[in-house]
Nanobody, 126 residues
Framework: QVQLVESGGGLVQAGGSLRLSCAAS????????MGWFRQAPGKEREFVAA????????SYTDSVKGRFTISRDNAKNTGYLQMNSLKPEDTAAYYC???????????????????WGQGTQVTVSS
C-alpha cells in the first residue's frame, strides 16, 4: 500500500508562490489517482485539485483555477501542487491523498480517498 508524505509548506506573502510535494512510498504510486485537499481551522476539509493515474485528467476547485497546477512524476513516485498568486484565504493545512481503484478517472470527494498524508501547513500573510 502507498504511504504519502507532504512537504513544501511554509509562510509566504500574498502574491507569492509555493510548490508542495507528495512523496509516495511503494511501487504502486502510478496505479493511484491523486488529490490535494486543504483544511483551515474550524472548517471542513475541502477539495483543491485531482489528477488521474496517468496524469491525463485533471480537475480544480473554482477558487484555485488559473493559480494552482497539479502534476505528478510517476517515475519519481511524487505528486506536486504548484501554487501561484497565493491569497490569505489559501491559508490551510494541505493534504495529498491517493485512490488505488483500477479505473482511469479522477476523484473529487474526500471520502473517495483511502490513503492520506500527514499534511503540510501553508500560511499566506496579507
Amino acid at each position: 500500500q502507498v504511504q504519502l508524505v507532504e512537504s513544501g509548506g511554509g509562510l509566504v506573502q500574498a502574491g507569492g508562490s509555493l510548490r508542495l510535494s507528495c512523496a509516495a512510498s511503494g511501487r504502486t504510486f502510478s496505479s493511484n489517482a491523486m488529490g490535494w485537499f486543504r483544511q483551515a481551522p474550524g472548517k471542513e476539509r475541502e477539495f483543491v485539485a485531482a489528477i488521474s493515474r496517468g496524469g491525463s485528467r485533471i480537475s480544480y476547485t473554482d477558487s484555485v483555477k488559473g493559480r494552482f497546477t497539479i502534476s505528478r512524476d510517476n517515475a519519481k513516485n511524487t505528486g506536486y501542487l504548484q501554487m501561484n498568486s497565493l491569497k490569505p484565504e489559501d491559508t490551510a493545512a494541505y493534504y495529498c491523498a491517493a485512490n488505488s481503484a483500477p479505473i482511469m478517472r479522477i476523484y473529487l470527494g474526500k471520502d473517495e480517498y483511502g490513503i492520506w498524508g500527514q499534511g503540510t501547513q501553508v500560511t499566506v500573510s496579507s
